[in-house]
């Protein structure tokens, strides 16, 4: 998250970083996972993320639900520990659902969910829409008392482009970014407001017959505020590296009889 004041440099405040480390498996679609979440620093934070991305051939979705209770404002200098507010949270409650417009050539089951390959270079026009809800609750010590409770409702259309690079048959690397204005309303405020809203992501892997192995990362920025005093974005993302083990087989109860 950025607090950017009208009259000085841009703030920016971060969780406790954490790995998690997981198992899944899917099976004609559907599909499961399991992980463990490692503190590595910073551990006082309390947070909750959970995402679900669906990958069809003509289109996908998300889905979220994100809860971060304590924050590190991140300091300039080094030999300085960063300050802990353990009084501010944000809740961010939303989903996109996005078309695109030449799923019979690219694909984003290859590009983001790992369970096809993308044999030629393609890219494709995307068109969507968005919805969020986000409530952040910022120190009484914060110079500006319009920043202490915040809670804004905002949808709209988002549109872009995804384009995925196959080198050498095996390897590709794929860009996603999508981005729109969307309107809404806040606690603070009796009329409508725009919200800029940007979601890039990127993957990039080797993907063999049997196995691959990926690099993903899916972020979005919010624009939460804009005053006299300054304004409030929300950055929010995961990156993960995907090891993936294909077993070609039918389970007995779906073989057909003859």
């Known amino acids: 998250m950025q607090h950017q004041p009208a009259d000085g440099d841009r ?4 969780p406790g970083t954490k790995i998690d480390f997981g198992i899944g498996a899917s099976w004609n679609g559907l599909g499961g996972s399991i992980s463990y979440s490692v503190g590595l620093e910073n551990t006082e934070s309390q947070t909750v993320d959970w995402q679900y991305h669906h ?5 996908f979705f998300d889905v979220y639900g994100q809860s971060y209770h304590g924050f590190y404002q991140n300091m300039k200098d080094e030999n300085t520990d960063d300050v802990f507010f353990p009084e501010m949270k944000v809740v961010r409650l939303g989903g996109s659902l996005q078309y695109g417009f030449n799923g019979n050539k690219f694909s984003f089951r290859a590009a983001l969910g790992h369970n096809e390959k993308q044999l030629k270079s393609a890219g494709s026009f995307l068109l969507g829409a968005n919805f969020n809800y986000t409530r952040v609750t910022m120190p009484e010590s914060f110079a500006s008392e319009e920043f202490t409770l915040r809670h804004n409702y ?3 259309p988002i549109a872009g482009y995804a384009y995925t ?4 048959k095996d390897y590709y690397i794929s860009l996603l970014a999508s981005a729109g204005i969307n309107v809404g309303l ?3 405020k009796n009329e409508f407001d725009v919200y800029p809203v940007y979601f890039p992501r990127i993957s990039a892997g080797y993907n063999a017959e049997t196995w691959s192995v990926a690099m993903t990362g899916i972020f979005t920025n919010v624009n939460i505020s804009y005053t006299e005093n300054g304004r409030l974005n929300l950055d929010a993302g995961s990156a993960q590296i995907t090891f993936i083990k294909r077993f070609h087989f039918q389970p007995p109860f779906c073989k057909k009889k003859k």
């Open 55 to 59: 990958y069809h051939r003509h289109f």
């Open 11 to 14: 703030i920016r405040y971060g």
């Open 154 to 156: 905002f949808a709209g």
């Open 165 to 168: 690079w196959v080198i050498k």
């Open 186 to 188: 806040d606690n603070l």
